[in-house]
């Protein structure tokens, strides 16, 4: 019954809406059909995850709308997940032309901590429906979890400067959150399949819970027109946290690969 709600109300949302070309045009210039990127986790020391990110290959039609759908898996490995075992599987149906999405899927198993969400998104109404009766009201331009990874990559960042924030209007765990990095300058990261010139951006995160401190995650983007995540480093309130890139393929530009 939950699925066959779901499909009704996707139908609904994208479909009955005589404004359909009333959305933003958005350019993306960053990722295209049949990009993958994978990755390798590390807490402290120990080999702790995969994880890969896929922009399905051709655009595909849902609701009347061309979409990329983009789904990204994570999972624990190795003596990690003898204690702490995670299966994670997000998927999301962005709009090719406006590059809002349309609908998103998490499903989460974390240590034994289940997680499932489908949100069906209404950018002409500004609603978001969760599934279960409820409305809820968001801004213009709304991200989900994964569709903001790929709303950021299209950001330009060519006249940054150290200090700038840029912001990304998000709706995660039924609820609105402005999603805020900080661009904090230059460097170039060494990893398993080339040396790449990158732009660092520090996440305005909030502190005490997980994190002492602001600085403590960092992410790495390729200083180029994909602006790919290279890695991700965070200090936690025990140990700490790395995700560096082991592979890539289907890229829209050349990589910013050092020589």
Same mark, same amino acid.
């Given at each position: 019954?939950?699925?066959?709600?779901?499909?009704?109300?996707?139908?609904?949302?994208?479909?009955?809406?005589?404004?359909?070309?009333?959305?933003?045009?958005?350019? !993306?210039?960053?990722?295209?059909?049949?990009?993958?990127?994978?990755?390798?986790?590390?807490?402290?020391?120990?080999?702790?995850?995969?994880?890969?990110?896929?922009?399905?290959?051709?655009?595909?039609?849902?609701?009347?709308?061309?979409? %990329?759908?983009?789904?990204?898996?994570?999972?624990?490995?190795?003596?990690?997940?003898?204690?702490?075992?995670?299966?994670?599987?997000?998927?999301? %149906?962005?709009?090719?032309?406006?590059?809002?999405?349309? %609908?998103?899927?998490?499903?989460? !198993?974390?240590?034994?901590?289940?997680?499932?969400?489908?949100?069906?998104?209404?950018?002409?109404?500004?609603?978001?429906?969760?599934?279960?009766?409820?409305?809820?009201?968001?801004?213009?331009?709304?991200?989900?979890?994964?569709?903001?990874?790929?709303?950021?990559? !299209?950001?330009?960042?060519?006249?940054?400067?150290?200090?700038?924030?840029?912001?990304?209007?998000?709706?995660?765990?039924?609820?609105?959150?402005?999603?805020?990095?900080?661009?904090?300058?230059?460097?170039?990261?060494?990893?398993?399949?080339?040396?790449?010139?990158?732009?660092?951006?520090?996440?305005?995160?909030?502190?005490?819970?997980?994190?002492?401190?602001?600085?403590?995650?960092?992410?790495?983007?390729?200083?180029?027109?994909?602006?790919?995540?290279?890695?991700?480093?965070?200090?936690?309130?025990?140990?700490?946290?790395?995700?560096?890139?082991?592979?890539?393929?289907?890229?829209?530009?050349?990589?910013?690969?050092?020589?």
């Amino acid at each position: 019954m939950r699925c066959l709600f779901t499909f009704f109300a996707i139908m609904l949302c994208v479909c009955s809406n005589p404004k359909a070309q009333s959305l933003p045009l958005k350019t !993306n210039a960053a990722f295209k059909e049949g990009e993958t990127l994978s990755y390798r986790l590390h807490y402290g020391l120990i080999d702790a995850g995969i994880a890969t990110i896929q922009v399905l290959p051709n655009v595909q039609s849902f609701g009347g709308h061309r979409v %990329y759908h983009i789904v990204g898996d994570g999972y624990s490995r190795g003596a990690f997940n003898w204690f702490f075992k995670v299966k994670d599987r997000y998927e999301t %149906y962005i709009d090719a032309d406006a590059l809002v999405p349309w %609908y998103f899927v998490r499903h989460c !198993n974390e240590g034994g901590f289940i997680i499932n969400q489908n949100y069906v998104f209404n950018h002409y109404e500004k609603k978001v429906d969760i599934g279960d009766g409820k409305n809820y009201s968001v801004p213009q331009d709304v991200q989900d979890m994964l569709s903001s990874f790929y709303y950021a990559r !299209n950001i330009d960042y060519s006249s940054a400067k150290t200090g700038d924030v840029f912001l990304i209007p998000s709706f995660v765990d039924k609820e609105n959150w402005t999603l805020k990095i900080k661009y904090v300058g230059k460097e170039t990261i060494n990893t398993d399949v080339g040396k790449f010139r990158c732009l660092k951006f520090r996440p305005i995160i909030q502190t005490g819970r997980i994190f002492k401190k602001e600085e403590d995650l960092n992410v790495w983007i390729t200083d180029d027109k994909n602006h790919i995540p290279i890695r991700a480093q965070a200090k936690i309130l025990v140990g700490s946290i790395k995700m560096d890139l082991t592979s890539y393929n289907n890229l829209a530009n050349p990589p910013a690969l050092e020589k």
